[in-house]
């Protein structure tokens, strides 16, 4: 049988569901390659949740170390970040 409905998608055969593998689990975070608006390479770590979250409340922000900018992220960016969550 297929789990490819996202919240039930929990590889317990890896012991991942301990803390219960639906709301507040951190198991299911993704790093994301992403470019500052100088250029500099970073990588954030989410998990769809908190990106939804922060997305939803406008907090939604990325800090480049390099050059410590703070910038948000275009609708094509958000596109993308959710292309790779429903991979997941
Ligand atoms: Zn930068």
């Given at each position: 049988?297929?789990?490819?409905?996202?919240?039930?998608?929990?590889?317990?055969?890896?012991?991942?569901?301990?803390?219960?593998?639906?709301?507040?689990s951190m198991s299911d975070r993704?790093?994301?390659?992403?470019?500052?608006?100088?250029?500099?390479?970073?990588?954030?770590?989410?998990?769809?949740?908190?990106?939804?979250?922060?997305?939803?409340?406008?907090v939604l922000t990325f800090h480049?170390?390099?050059?410590?900018?703070?910038?948000?992220?275009?609708?094509?960016?958000?596109?993308?970040?959710?292309?790779?969550?429903?991979?997941?």
């Amino acid at each position: 049988m297929l789990a490819l409905a996202g919240e039930t998608a929990c590889p317990t055969s890896l012991g991942y569901d301990q803390n219960g593998c639906r709301e507040g689990s951190m198991s299911d975070r993704i790093d994301f390659e992403i470019v500052c608006p100088n250029n500099h390479n970073q990588t954030v770590t989410y998990s769809q949740e908190e990106f939804e979250a922060e997305l939803k409340t406008g907090v939604l922000t990325f800090h480049c170390n390099t050059c410590d900018t703070d910038w948000s992220p275009s609708g094509e960016q958000i596109a993308q970040f959710r292309k790779q969550f429903s991979k997941e």
